[in-house]
């Protein structure tokens, strides 16, 4: 009786004992012992090679062969895992999806189910790593589709949809730039959801404010009402829109607008004086002198403090 090494997965080696002399079981023998000692040098697709042979081998022999054969088919998936994950530590990620890619399919092969759930783990992160090297060198499309294969298998992962999201946003697509941010702010922790919200508030809200300063009026309505559907705790966009709305002399939608920013914003914002002075130009408009006195007697401070006195005494003639 002839002993002959085995292979473990834990890379510790047993010895297989020979039973019988047929050539083609002496053959899957030494292809398993072939792959032991290649372990020793780390060398995974040496190891793999053999054991692959292995099997193919002693699938020919039959039955006498199912011992070592059965040893093999354990061993395998574990190994295609070890090689992938030596692909990630090298941060040769495409190499490593195609090397996870072969693990899932040994796994499966072999039905080894602990195996595939952690060949599949590191999968949205990889897919992630490849997306954010993308978007920093400015290849958007590489970018989308690299988030499109995170999301798939990690729909609750906020910064997949933060990435594409400014991805579509570099590609000046609004819509999709829009969905994108709304899912990482629904999605994604605190942190995530902040980034993502500030990101598209601003989208709209810098160029509602340039709009305004520039007196478009009717392109910075549209751009401010949108920044407040994005977050409607922000002060200074319901006094920009404020703002807007008495230069158009539309009191109503002024009135609703400023009062808003009035209830928002803090003890001695610095809005407060623009704000009070927005809701006293509106109902003055509305010819609400009460309200109207009341709103300008609250400003304290230029640049509104000499508009507003010109209204509390001349204009109003305010009690």
Known sequence: MKCIKLLSIAAALFVFTLVGSAQTLQEATEAYNKASELLSSGDLDGVITGLEKCVDISKKVGPEADEIREKAEANLPGFYLQKA??????KDYAAALKAFDATIAAADKYKNPGVKEDA???LPQIYYAMGASAFQAKKYDE????????????????DAYFLRGASYQMQKNEALMSENYKLAIEKGGDAVAKKAKTQLFNYYYVPGAQAKNA???DTAIPMLSKAIEVDNTNATAYYALASCYNSKKNWDN???NGEKAAELMGEGAKISDGVYYELGTAYAGKKDNGKACENFKKVANEPFLKGAKYQIEVALKCK
């Open 85 to 90: 994950k030596k692909y990630v530590d090298a």
């Open 120 to 122: 599949e783990k590191p």
């Open 143 to 158: 970018a989308i589709k690299a988030m499109d294969q995170v999301v798939a298998r990690d729909p609750d992962m906020g």
């Open 215 to 217: 007196q478009k009026w």
């Open 254 to 256: 002024a009135i609703s």
